[in-house]
């Protein structure tokens, strides 16, 4: 059983390039999740979808970033015009569901690390 | 605001002696998780306690929560070299983690 997959592993831009991170979850999950990584910080929050669904974007900027989660194929977050401030590693990860106490444990993906010059 | 706040920040330990490491946290929760990341790579999933559970045990591993001090440690026994590598509490509610700094472990062959 594949575990998360994300692509590409690395992404180089230029200031107001767009940057789209792909993301298959675990086969059998149908949540995921994408969080940020800045050097030497934790993960934050980000989004959390369902198929065809935003269910809490509550940590997505407002603006340039996008996420969607369609029927078929894998969960992309887009970045549009990126700048120097988006370089870090973007993590997704993907649940079952979410189990009684309110949550199923999250398998990570490898991460995509976003540089921007 | 950060939830999840581990401490130390980083720790030196020499192999085969036992790490351990605290977490705490502000807010109700419904489960806490710790997770493993070595240099560069994805987060590896440990160990997940819910907030009726006071101890649990994998492995090497013993997590034990107090909810009354909003508090967690991970205990790891007889450490290796191989488990050098930052790791981060991460407190669940609502569908969503999140994560403290992390504390980086750093063990002496």
């Known amino acids: 059983n594949a575990g998360v997959m994300q692509n590409p592993r690395h992404l180089v831009r230029r200031r107001g390039q767009e940057a789209r991170l792909r993301c298959s979850p675990m086969?059998?999950?149908?949540?995921v999740y994408w969080y940020r990584q800045l050097p030497e910080e934790g993960l934050k929050f980000m989004v959390y979808l369902q198929k065809e669904n935003i269910i809490d974007e509550s940590g997505m900027p407002k603006e340039r970033f996008s996420a969607e989660f369609p029927k078929e194929g894998p969960s992309i977050l887009r970045i549009q015009q990126v700048v120097r401030g988006d370089s870090a590693a973007y993590f997704c990860a993907s649940s079952p569901g979410i189990g009684a106490g309110g949550i199923y444990e999250q398998f990570f993906g490898p991460g995509t690390r976003l540089t921007v010059l | 605001s950060q939830q999840g706040e581990e401490d130390p920040q980083a720790l030196s330990i020499q192999e085969g002696e036992n790490a351990t490491m605290n977490c705490s946290y502000k807010t109700s929760i419904n489960n806490l998780q710790w997770y493993r990341q070595n240099s560069g790579r994805g987060l590896v999933h440990l160990i997940l306690?819910?907030?009726?559970?006071r101890e649990k045990h994998s492995g090497r591993l013993r997590v034990t929560l107090d909810t009354s001090k909003k508090s967690s440690s991970l205990l790891i026994t007889a450490s290796r070299a191989a488990d050098t590598a930052s790791y981060f509490c991460a407190t669940g509610a609502n569908s969503k983690l999140t994560f403290g700094k992390g504390i980086t472990l750093s063990v002496r062959p």
């Open positions: 306690i819910r907030s009726n559970e």
């Open positions: 086969k059998g999950h149908s949540h």
